[in-house]
């Protein structure tokens, strides 16, 4: 087992979790307009939706595995590709971080986490980013890739709900930094350009 290789996936995780992106941000919202509460039940409905994705990558993904090495380089390939046009699509976005805290509507806890958990599974981008992000993370030759892709899932949603949770914590003073600091969107935006190289380049060699 390769623990540095876990360590890089956690890490890679955080700065991915902590860059601006639509699941954050409307826990950011959330928190804002409706109280912690509502912040804290989107993040777990979100959360437990990425276990839908694991497992279907799990089960899809090691049949793959078993049936054709040749196969599975092809889609690490088409990963690492996925991950360079999302950092282009960053590097075209603009840096600036926006959030529109007015006239959300006060829905209850259980309707946000309902909703959370579907804007997870139903979202065909997030099964392309499990599909391009965690194979090239496969840490150990002896261990059964379904374990490995569990072991590997468990860890990005804890990361995930951990930095999620201190968003929804700590929105008002996210916000006030944000809105004092105009250099904030630069530095995230860097930041997830970085890493989606980084992962891509990590996924090839």
Do not use: R
């Not at 590097?91 to 959370?116: H, Y």
């Not at 194979?135 to 860890?155: D, R």
């Not at 904030?184 to 090839?204: N, P, R, T, Y």
């Amino acid at each position: 087992m390769n623990f540095e290789i876990l360590i890089s996936f956690a890490l890679a995780t955080s700065a991915l979790a902590i860059s601006p992106g639509p699941d954050n941000i409307y826990v950011l919202v959330q928190s804002i307009s409706n109280g912690k509460s509502h912040g804290m039940a989107t993040v777990c409905g979100l959360i437990s939706g990425c276990i839908m994705h694991t497992t279907l990558l799990a089960f899809g993904v090691s049949a793959i595995i078993k049936a054709n090495d040749n196969l599975f380089f092809g889609i690490k390939l088409l990963g690492a590709i996925y991950l360079l046009y999302l950092a282009y699509i960053v590097f075209k976005s603009d840096a600036k971080i926006t959030f529109d805290s007015e006239n959300v509507p006060n829905k209850s806890l259980k309707k946000l986490f309902v909703q959370g958990f579907f804007m997870n599974v139903l979202n065909p981008k997030v099964t392309i980013f499990f599909l391009a992000f965690f194979p090239g993370f496969l840490f150990s030759h002896s261990m059964s890739t379904v374990i490995q892709f569990y072991i590997l899932g468990g860890i990005f949603m804890l990361v995930s709900f951990i930095i999620f949770t201190t968003i929804a914590l700590l929105a008002g003073q996210i916000k006030t930094y944000t809105l004092n600091h105009k250099n904030s969107g630069f530095v995230l935006k860097w930041l997830q350009i970085v890493v989606f190289i980084g992962i891509a380049v990590f996924i090839l060699i």
